[in-house]
């Protein structure tokens, strides 16, 4: 048997890494208190429920070989949808169908350009970064829209702050991630997906219609945005159209830090989730510590380029 | 030997963990000689070449360059010592042109900026040692074919004044004409005092154009001797253990109905036109010279290509269609000529691999019950004696053999009727391709059809029933394996069949 010992911890690696960032944050004086609080958890895993939904949809494209980076603009138009139709008088089943469908159409888009012209999908997506965040801001008018009241609004808070409960964010969150877990892993789909992350070549000689996997992926990818975009939407209480610069980019490093390979064929989601929330806890300490923002950026630039390069000397280990 | 040896190494052993990859290697080589070092995959061959060019350091063992003691402590140093290697993949970087490519990394500078006129000469001269002055030195690599680009390679390599030039399966790519030119450049280099070693699977080649050999197995030498006087039959013995003979053992058997008709197949530029009629238990071998169109006729049938004219039927096919997935499920199976770029999924489980054509076989509604999955595998793999650990191992940890046998093991478990296989046995040991030449038996035996490519003559000669030429993408003769010899071959192959 081949170093079991080392298996575990190439498994275990992002997991480990949390409890390290965990345990940093636990030591000092200045957040020793308040820091391993059940309630500081909560605000933590409801920070996490934007970046970790979109880094569901993200797994998917990464594994595929791909990469969206079109998620933060997919967010701010989705929310101005969202708010637009409520502020029309939807009801908040209607809207969030609305919300999630929209998402799935540009991440259709995204595929339909990327399958049918054979283009790479970092060009076809920087495109429409900047073509979903300007149709957000014009469909918007260029300002907030405001809305009375909805039932969306209480998705990412409990009605009492004071509560044991989670928001329902992160039962959504929680419930979508186990199912995407199961579906990559066990289904002809999820397989499919790896075997086009893999090897292209591969996968369209075995049969494999490709073209029509890589449509329905960014599609699916795209509904995944749009629900990330539905509790952006139900934590600001307003559709802003400015919302989420740079949101691909933390999603982006959620999956990264979290095992994925950018060149396909090897992620999970559930070191995409740790990923997720490695960077809110990075976040929520650093604040807690009094650290600048500018500081947390650096960290969390750091971490990334630390995270990747162990996954390296861990694989380059094994072979 | 009287003179002092370019190269002797004595007793080199290293290990890796548990695995013992090199036992003992004695190697001797003279100055300005060929020498062929020979042996299966897994036999220790690269590993003792990452040993020579200083990648690894041995465990026991001395070696010695002219005489005195030679421990490079990297590959840089073993260069600059003497000791130049061309990897079977070529490192060139292809958009950059030949004088470039040529001198990357010893580009003569002047405060920075490369001296161009200088560059250009090194490039010319190291070009005019291997009788190659024709190239053009400021036209990109890309513009080349992968003989000339060898050939660039190899004058980088000369600009050290190497005195061993090691070169690792340098012909695996190259056509037969591209072979021959390689051999003038190898035998100029050698009169230059040059000493070769040079790794290769074709024992005819290494007969050819080696002085002395030098066999490894498990990781020891286990026989050495003049080329001249050897016999392939003991090398192959020293090898494997069996005799050469036995390779192609396979019973005879009649040949059934059509199950395959190509007709007048063409898909431009490089397939121009194909007919073949293929039955049940044939086996259809397709030779010609690389680049003939063989691997274009099988991708073309296979719907890989897209057919610009001509029919290709499947008998007993429900339908016309023709997409890869269409084939499958018509009961064609394809084996792609690259394991790695095209044949199989490396970072992917064996399992995946096996299944991946009917991945929804193994569950309902879509889930795929991974038991099953994994029980269908396993057995292809243990029928076909892959060296394995679980069938969860991703299949780029197997040697290349065993990966062969994978992608193999696909058209089998899906399980196709007509089997298309594009070099089923390039690149991989012996003992791999004795198995797979008696499964191809086998397979004819019990009735299935196969169209086998090979660049291999013996192979084909040796296992096929049928023989189809092609020349310039032109399937020009198709004769019983009795009409044929390799001569006859060669003679269509080359245009002389019109």
């Given at each position: 048997m081949k170093s079991t010992a080392s298996t575990v911890l190439a498994k275990a690696g992002p997991f480990l890494g949390l409890l390290v960032v965990i345990a940093l944050f636990s030591i000092p004086g200045e957040t020793r208190e308040f820091f391993l609080t059940y309630y500081n958890f909560k605000t933590i895993f409801t920070q996490t429920v934007i970046v970790a939904i979109g880094a569901l949809g993200m797994t998917m494209i990464i594994v595929s070989g791909g990469i969206d980076l079109s998620v933060g603009s997919t967010v701010a138009f989705t929310s101005v949808v969202g708010a637009l139709l409520i502020e029309r008088g939807w009801g908040a089943p209607a809207a969030m169908a609305a919300v999630v469908l929209a998402g799935g159409m540009i991440g259709l888009l995204n595929g339909a350009a990327i399958a049918g012209l054979r283009m790479t999908p970092f060009i076809i997506t920087l495109g429409t970064l900047g073509v979903a965040r300007g149709s957000a801001k014009w469909l918007a008018d260029s300002q907030t829209v405001n809305y009375d009241d909805s039932a969306i609004n209480a998705w990412m808070t409990?009605?009492?702050?004071?509560?044991y409960a989670l928001p329902a964010g992160v039962w959504v969150a929680l419930s979508l991630a186990v199912v995407t877990s199961l579906v990559l892993r066990h289904t002809v789909f999820g397989r499919h997906v790896f075997a086009l992350g893999s090897n292209e070549a591969t996968a369209r000689l075995c049969g494999i219609p490709t073209t029509r996997l890589k449509v329905i992926i960014y599609a699916v990818a795209g509904c995944f945005f749009g629900v990330a975009g539905l509790f952006q939407l139900s934590r600001l209480r307003q559709g802003d159209p400015t919302v989420a610069v740079g949101l691909e980019l933390d999603v982006i490093a959620a999956v990264i830090i979290g095992g994925a390979s950018l060149n396909g064929g090897v992620g999970t989601i559930l070191g995409s989730m740790i990923g997720a929330l490695i960077m809110a806890v990075l976040r929520n300490g650093s604040q807690q510590m009094g650290w600048p923002t500018y500081f947390q950026e650096i960290i969390i630039g750091l971490v990334i380029i630390v995270a990747v390069f162990v996954d390296r000397l861990r694989q380059g280990r094994q072979t | 030997m009287t003179t002092t040896a370019a190269l002797r190494l004595t007793g080199i052993a290293k290990a890796f963990g548990a695995t013992r990859a090199l036992r003992g290697v004695s190697l001797e080589v003279g100055p300005g000689e060929v020498h062929a070092l020979i042996g299966e995959n897994g036999a220790g061959k690269s590993t003792l070449m990452k040993v020579l060019s200083g990648a690894h350091q041995p465990d026991a063992g001395t070696m010695e360059l002219d005489g005195r003691p030679f421990a490079p402590s990297d590959p840089h140093d073993a260069r600059v010592k003497g000791v130049a290697m061309i990897y079977q993949e070529l490192n060139l970087a292809l958009h950059l042109s030949v004088r470039e490519n040529i001198l990357l990394g010893t580009e003569p500078a002047r405060f920075g900026w490369i001296d161009r006129s200088a560059a250009a000469a090194k490039a010319r001269e190291a070009l005019a040692l291997l009788g190659h002055e024709h190239f053009e030195l400021e036209r990109p690599v890309s513009d080349y074919s992968i003989a000339s680009q060898q050939v660039i390679e190899i004058a980088r390599a000369l600009l050290t004044r190497p005195r061993i030039l090691i070169m690792d399966e340098p012909t695996s790519s190259l056509t037969l004409a591209d072979t021959e030119r390689l051999f003038a450049t190898i035998k100029r280099l050698r009169t230059q005092g040059v000493s070769i070693i040079y790794i290769s699977h074709f024992l005819e080649e290494c007969r050819q154009i080696a002085d002395r050999y030098t066999v490894l197995k498990d990781g020891e030498t286990v026989g050495s001797g003049e080329m001249a006087s050897a016999s392939l039959e003991q090398i192959v013995q020293w090898m494997t253990g069996r005799e050469v003979k036995d390779l192609y053992a396979r019973k005879l058997h009649e040949p059934g109905a059509i199950v395959l008709e190509v007709k007048t197949a063409a898909s431009p530029p490089r397939l121009v036109r194909g007919s073949l009629q293929l039955r049940a238990g044939e086996i259809f071998g397709l030779a010609g010279l690389i680049g003939a169109g063989r691997t274009d006729l099988l991708r073309a049938v296979f719907g890989l290509d897209r057919l610009a004219a001509g029919e290709v039927c499947v008998v007993g096919a429900p339908d016309a269609a023709t997409s890869p997935r269409a084939r499958w499920a018509q009961g064609l199976g394809f084996l792609s000529e690259n394991r790695k770029e095209e044949g199989l999924m490396l970072s992917q489980s064996l399992a995946d691999n096996v299944t991946l054509t009917k991945l929804g076989a193994f569950g309902r509604l879509g889930w795929i019950n991974g038991r099953r999955q994994r029980s269908a595998a396993r057995h292809w793999l243990e029928a076909l004696g892959v060296k394995h650990r679980d069938p969860l191992q991703l299949a780029g940890e197997l040697s290349g053999g065993n990966q062969q046998k994978v992608a193999i093991a696909r058209l089998l478990e899906h399980p196709a009727r007509i089997f298309l296989l594009d070099e089923p046995t390039r690149g991989i040991d012996v003992g791999s391709k004795a198995q797979i030449y008696q499964l191809i038996g086998e397979l004819a035996g019990a009735g299935k059809a196969v169209v086998v490519v090979s660049s291999y003559l013996p192979e084909l000669l040796g296992l096929c029933d049928t023989i189809g030429v092609m020349c310039r993408g032109e399937l020009c003769a198709v004769r019983p394996r009795a009409e044929w010899t390799e001569v006859e071959i060669m003679h269509v192959a080359t245009g002389g069949g019109k």
């Open positions: 409990t009605s009492d702050p004071f509560s | -």
